[in-house]
C-alpha cells in the first residue's frame, strides 16, 4: 500500500514545495521537480530515474502509469496536492528527479550538425518554448552561455511541454562553446538587429550553430565578434523584433527547409 500524507506540515512536502519555488535548493540538492503525466512519461523515456511521485488519487488513477520499481509512490489529498501542484490546470501528479549534467565527452561521440546557443536569456517560458521548437526542428545540441534563468525552473519545464527532457542541453563557458564549435567545424550565426543579411539568404550547408540573445540586449558582444555571420529577420510592421522564441523556431526550421527537413 501506498504512502499517504494528508498534512501540510508535513516535511515532505514542505521540502517539495521548497524544491519547486527555490534554485539554490534545486542546485544544493542536485534534484529538481516535474509536475504532469505526459511530462513524467517524457524524462521516464529519455533515461530519467523518478526518486518519488506526489499523487491526488482524486484524480489519477497511478496503475496506469509504468514508474520504475523503486520510485517512492505517495498519495495526497486536494489540499495537499493545491499546495505542490504548479500549474493551474493538472493532471495530479508531481514527480521529483535527479539533475542529470551532459557532458561534452558525450556529446563528441555523437555526429552533430545544428546546435542553439541561447546566450544570456532571462525568460523561463521563453527558454521552454525555445526547447520545443528545438525537439520539432530536430537540434542535435542546445549551448547555454551568459546563463540569466535556472534551466530547471518549473516554468521551462512546463513551457516545454516535456521536451525539455528530449533535447541535448549543456552549460557553457563563452570561450569553451567557441572552442567546441571551431573544433567541430561549425559555422556559426549570430541573430542580430543589426545585422545586414536576412536569415534565408544564407546557404547553411554545413555544421550550423544559431546564437539567439536575451530579450533585452540581443546577443553579447562576445558573439556578435565571435559570429562568423549576423543574420536577422526582417521586420514589415511596426515592431522592431520578435519574440525570442519565435525567431529562433524560424531560424532553425529554415536551416531544416534548406535541407527538405532531412538533414
Do not use: H
Not at 514527480?95 to 523561463?124: A, C, F, H, R, Y
Not at 567541430?184 to 544564407?202: D, P, R
Not at 540586449?217 to 562568423?228: A, L, P, T, V, Y
Request: aromatic content about 8%.
Amino acid at each position: 500500500m501506498n504512502k499517504k500524507i494528508t498534512s501540510l506540515d508535513n516535511k515532505e512536502i514542505k521540502d517539495l514545495i521548497k524544491l519547486s519555488n527555490k534554485s539554490k535548493i534545486r542546485r544544493e540538492s542536485g534534484f529538481f521537480v516535474i509536475e504532469g503525466q505526459r511530462e513524467l512519461e517524457m524524462a521516464i523515456n529519455n533515461g530519467y530515474e523518478i526518486d518519488k511521485i506526489f499523487y491526488n488519487e482524486n484524480i489519477v488513477d497511478i496503475n496506469q502509469i509504468d514508474f520504475n520499481p523503486n520510485t517512492k509512490i505517495i498519495a495526497v489529498n486536494n489540499d495537499v496536492y493545491s499546495k505542490i501542484s504548479f500549474r493551474n490546470s493538472t493532471e495530479g501528479i508531481v514527480g521529483i528527479t535527479q539533475i542529470k549534467k551532459n557532458s561534452t565527452t558525450e556529446i563528441n561521440e555523437k555526429k552533430i550538425n545544428l546546435v542553439l546557443i541561447l546566450d544570456g536569456i532571462e525568460k523561463p517560458g521563453n527558454i521552454g518554448a525555445i526547447l520545443r521548437s528545438c525537439d520539432a526542428s530536430n537540434v542535435d545540441l542546445v549551448i547555454l552561455t551568459n546563463e540569466k534563468c535556472d534551466i530547471y525552473n518549473p516554468n521551462v519545464i512546463r513551457s516545454s511541454v516535456g521536451t525539455f527532457f528530449s533535447n541535448k542541453i549543456v552549460s557553457m563557458e563563452n570561450e569553451s562553446a567557441l572552442n567546441f564549435l571551431k573544433n567541430k567545424g561549425f559555422k556559426i550565426y549570430g541573430t542580430s538587429l543589426n545585422a545586414s543579411k536576412k536569415y534565408n539568404s544564407i546557404s547553411y550547408n554545413c555544421s550550423t550553430a544559431i546564437i539567439s540573445g536575451s530579450e533585452n540586449n540581443g546577443i553579447s558582444e562576445f558573439w556578435s565578434k565571435n559570429s562568423d555571420e549576423l543574420i536577422k529577420i526582417p521586420m514589415l510592421g511596426m515592431a522592431d523584433s520578435l519574440n525570442v522564441s519565435v525567431s529562433s523556431a524560424i531560424c532553425l526550421f529554415e536551416v531544416n527547409r534548406q535541407f527538405k527537413f532531412n538533414r
